[in-house]
């Protein structure tokens, strides 16, 4: 056996053991973080009823001090959706105690069409880069590394089988493959620098900066690198032995060229074509061992987490049971609280920005960013499941983990008290996101504490980022990955509320006027029907009360419901006036309440007082049931 046997033997057993060991740290990061996720409330109703989120976040007793991990089965992320049986309109499915968003899988849905409509949408939204591409130059610039990284997989199986086997593998029209190649590796490394560009040069101000960030654009370019200098040290270390015409590799063609213009002989160049190999071979293996340590992850946990996106209408919340008298809290106030989707989508978060860019919190100084609320969530869902299980989220741990261990006494992450500083950033006017993303990059530190000892409720979220959303939902029409920020708010307030008793002075101003007078200005309970004069004033169009068209044996088409701002508010009360005169152009019969409407309780449900809300919800009901049909 000669030199070259062993050479290549050694070559295949490195390899090997590389791959083995890429794939084993890779699979480790992916289980523990499944095994994190499991952490929250189970999907279904029956499965793990009688453990509390206390109970699921105790460090679990294992020989030689290390927790088990929690057993993964199938199933975990599909939410049962069940019909609203809670007698609340607007709920879209009963839930214990956190009443977490429901998550329909497209096959579940009802009717052929319905199914075919989600997966359709699905299919845009992971290949079609549909919110993506609504800021153009960045959705362009993902879709040619998204794509480019698809197509650059064979070419990678074909450098490696030939730094393996010496014969590159079978393709049809090689020579084209190669040209395909090397033009996709070179407009994903465009693609790469002008990501560089907008991120430090730019300087979006919804981009995050630093090292951290920095990380997938040195991995993409030296991936890229490798990729056009192996085979340009190959042309010149095996010259005249028939590679393609230049015409088919027309990249390393030319870097093949300049490297030989400087005087690089074919010995040199086929040690440098060596070592570009395996630096290939190890740039691309680090790089999967880092994705599920990274915001990266959203590589496989974004398609998964659109598979199972709400199918519900998005103003639609989940109502609590407050009769359940095994819950021994409501809302979130554990990070175990959260179900196992709100918890995937903590996974799935690319920190793109789009998002907090929208928020009109963010933009008008206050603390609240939806973006750090999914990325503070991650972080201490991290540090809780690490302290649950007994497993680093970084591994191996002696590489990613680097002052960062859970168990060595560095503390976990807190929300410092900080507020966005306009003045000192020299916003005069306007809107600015800027203060806020500062303002979070100051606040969340390490703190002398351990990771159970971190309040989720003031600790990692402050009130003053609880009570800023509007719940507009900005934030998760921009979300390209489908998270839903605004459910973790309301889970949280609902735990403020109901198990705490906190509330802002204004909310609880409006909530005591909902409950006196049925709105939240506190203005007289006998001028709510006052719109209905004001409509003929202005329209000559008479609103008749339902109770009229009763006694006179009729029954409207359509109730119409003004709503508090239609019934009090003078700008909103335009609106509903047109709104008359299209019906009574239409030939609509219509009627109102009138005096007999109450208060949605849509407010009070959003500030967090969901028994206020199920309290006004059902007089709603009793009051619509009643005016059904004509009195016998």
Request: aromatic fraction near 8%.
């Amino acid at each position: 056996m000669d030199a070259a046997f062993w050479i290549a033997a050694l070559r295949w057993t490195l390899f090997a053991a590389a791959t083995v060991c890429a794939c084993y740290l890779f699979g480790a990061a992916v289980a523990r973080r499944i095994g994190y996720m499991r952490l929250g409330r189970p999907p279904f109703a029956g499965e793990g009823r009688g453990k509390s989120s206390a109970e699921r976040l105790t460090p679990a007793a294992n020989p030689g001090g290390r927790a088990g991990s929690p057993e993964v089965r199938s199933g975990d992320f599909a939410e049962d959706t069940g019909g609203n049986d809670s007698g609340v309109p607007g709920g879209g499915g009963v839930r214990d105690r956190a009443g977490g968003r429901g998550a329909v899988r497209p096959g579940a849905l009802s009717g052929g069409h319905a199914g075919l409509r989600a997966a359709g949408d699905w299919l845009m939204q992971t290949f079609g880069h549909r919110k993506l591409l609504k800021d153009v130059r960045s959705g362009l610039m993902h879709a040619v590394m998204f794509y480019g990284f698809i197509v650059l997989q064979f070419g990678a199986l074909d450098l490696i089988w030939k730094g393996l086997a010496g014969r590159p593998l079978p393709y049809p029209a090689y020579d084209a493959f190669t040209l395909v190649q090397e033009v996709t590796a070179t407009a994903v490394l465009a693609a790469v620098l002008y990501a560089a560009y907008r991120r430090y040069v730019e300087r979006l101000p919804r981009l995050k900066r630093g090292w951290k960030p920095s990380y997938v654009v040195w991995f993409i370019g030296s991936l890229m690198a490798t990729v056009l200098l192996a085979p340009a040290f190959e042309r010149i270390a095996e010259a005249g032995t028939g590679l393609p015409p230049a015409g088919y590799a027309p990249v390393s063609s030319a870097l093949a060229d300049l490297f030989a213009t400087i005087g690089l002989g074919p010995p040199a160049a086929a040690a440098l074509h060596e070592l570009f190999w395996w630096l290939h071979l190890l740039v691309l293996y680090s790089f999967l061992v880092y994705i599920p340590q990274s915001k990266h992850f959203h590589l496989i946990t974004a398609p998964v987490n659109l598979w199972l996106k709400r199918r519900t209408p998005p103003g639609r919340l989940a109502p609590l049971d407050l009769e359940d008298e095994s819950a021994e809290s409501f809302g979130v106030g554990e990070i175990g609280d959260f179900t196992r989707k709100q918890l995937l989508d903590l996974y799935a978060c690319v920190e793109c920005g789009r998002c907090t860019n929208v928020c009109p919190a963010s933009s008008t100084g206050k603390l609240l960013s939806p973006m750090h609320l999914i990325t503070k969530l991650r972080d201490h869902l991290n540090e809780r499941g690490a302290a649950v299980t007994g497993k680093s989220p970084w591994v191996p741990e002696w590489l990613f983990a680097s002052g960062r261990r859970f168990d060595s006494g560095n503390g976990a992450h807190m929300m410092a008290a900080v507020k966005p500083h306009w003045a000192e950033l020299g916003t005069r006017g306007g809107t600015a996101i800027a203060p806020t993303m500062a303002a979070q990059l100051q606040g969340w530190t390490k703190a002398d504490r351990q990771p159970d000892e971190v309040e989720l409720v003031g600790g990692v979220m402050t009130p003053d980022e609880i009570w800023a959303c509007t719940t507009c939902r900005s934030c998760e029409e921009q979300c390209p990955v489908g998270n839903e920020h605004v459910d973790k708010i309301v889970d949280l307030r609902r735990h403020l509320v109901l198990m705490q008793g906190t509330l802002p002075a204004d909310g609880q101003r409006a909530l005591q006027n909902i409950e006196r007078q049925g709105n939240p200005w506190g203005l007289p309970r006998a001028e709510r029907s006052g719109w209905m004069a004001e409509c003929e004033r202005r329209t000559g169009v008479t609103v008749p009360s339902v109770q009229e068209l009763h006694r006179r044996g009729e029954r409207p088409e359509i109730v119409l419901w003004a709503g508090s701002m239609g019934a009090y508010d003078n700008r909103s009360r335009r609106v509903l006036f047109d709104l008359v005169r299209l019906l009574d152009a239409a030939g609509v019969r219509f009627a109102s309440l009138g005096s007999e409407e109450r208060n949605s309780g849509d407010t009070a449900r959003r500030l967090g007082n969901e028994l206020l809300f199920q309290e006004l919800a059902r007089e709603n009901i009793a009051i619509l049931k009643n005016t059904a049909s004509p009195a016998s």
